[in-house]
C-alpha cells in the first residue's frame, strides 16, 4: 500500500479481554516498530522488528503484551488480559532500513485501545 | 537510562511570532536524531540530524543538532495557526531502536 495501515482503527474491550491489533507496513521496509502513545505524552518504545525478528522488545511492558512478524511484512501486536491502564494509542511505523542505518518513520494512523 | 527532554512543554504565540523549541538527549549509543511533526495521529517526519552544526532548513522551518552539549533545536520563523501541532524530539539509538522525548505543544494564535 501507499503508506502504513492498521486496523482497528478504534477498539473497545472491556478489562479481562484479549485484543490483537494490526499493523500493514510499506511494501518493502524491512524495519517495524510499535509504540504506545498516551494522552499528552510522547510515543512509548515497546518493540522492534528487523525482518521476522524481534531486533529488540525490551519496551513490551510486561508478559501480556506479544508482537509477531510471521513474514517480515504485516505484524501483530497481541495484548492478553487487557487493563484499564492499557488504554492507548498504538502507533506502528516501518522503515526501508533499520538497525544502524535507521532513517525516517513512517507512521500509521494508529489504533486508539480504549478498555472499560 | 536512555532520555530525551523536551521544552517547553506548550507553547502560545501569535501568527508571525518566532519560535524555537528544544530537545535534549542523554543515551548511550547516539546515532541520529529526528524531528517530527503530529497534528492529529500520525507524526510525519521533518529532519533527520546526525552531525553537529549543520543546519537543515525546509521552508521556514529549521533544525540543527550540538552533539557536544547534546541538544537540538527546532526554529519555526513567521509562525502560521497551520503550525499549530505537537513537535517531537526523537534519538536514534545504535542498535535502531528510536526514543521519544513528550513533545513540545505549539499553539499559533491568529
Known amino acids: 500500500g501507499a503508506g502504513v495501515s492498521q486496523t482497528p482503527s478504534n477498539k473497545v474491550t472491556e478489562k479481562g479481554k484479549y485484543v490483537e491489533l494490526r499493523c500493514d507496513p510499506i511494501s518493502g521496509h524491512t524495519a517495524l516498530y510499535w509504540y504506545r502513545q498516551s494522552l499528552g505524552q510522547g510515543p512509548e518504545f515497546l518493540i522492534y522488528?528487523?525482518?521476522?525478528?524481534?531486533?529488540?522488545d525490551s519496551g513490551l511492558p510486561n508478559d501480556r503484551f506479544f508482537a509477531v512478524r510471521p513474514e517480515g511484512s504485516v505484524s501483530t501486536l497481541k495484548i492478553q488480559r487487557t487493563e484499564r491502564g492499557d488504554s492507548a494509542v498504538y502507533l506502528c511505523?516501518?522503515?526501508?532500513?533499520?538497525?544502524?542505518?535507521?532513517?525516517?518513520?513512517?507512521f500509521g494512523e494508529g489504533s486508539r485501545l480504549t478498555v472499560l | 537510562e536512555d532520555k530525551v527532554v523536551q521544552s517547553p512543554l506548550s507553547l502560545v504565540v501569535h501568527e508571525g511570532d518566532t519560535v524555537t523549541l528544544n530537545c535534549s538527549y542523554e543515551v548511550t549509543n547516539f546515532r541520529s536524531l529526528l524531528w517530527y511533526k503530529q497534528e492529529k495521529k500520525a507524526p510525519t517526519f521533518l529532519f533527520m540530524l546526525t552531525s553537529s552544526g549543520i543546519e537543515k532548513k525546509s521552508g521556514r522551518l529549521s533544525s540543527i543538532l550540538d552533539k557536544k552539549e547534546l541538544f537540538s533545536i527546532l526554529n519555526i520563523t513567521a509562525t502560521q495557526t497551520g503550525d499549530s501541532a505537537v513537535y517531537l524530539c526523537a534519538v536514534v539509538l545504535s542498535q535502531g531502536n528510536l526514543i521519544f522525548g513528550k513533545g513540545t505543544k505549539l499553539s499559533v494564535k491568529p
Open positions: 522488528f528487523q525482518g521476522t525478528g524481534a531486533a529488540d
Open positions: 511505523a516501518s522503515s526501508l532500513f533499520g538497525g544502524a542505518t535507521t532513517g525516517e518513520l513512517f
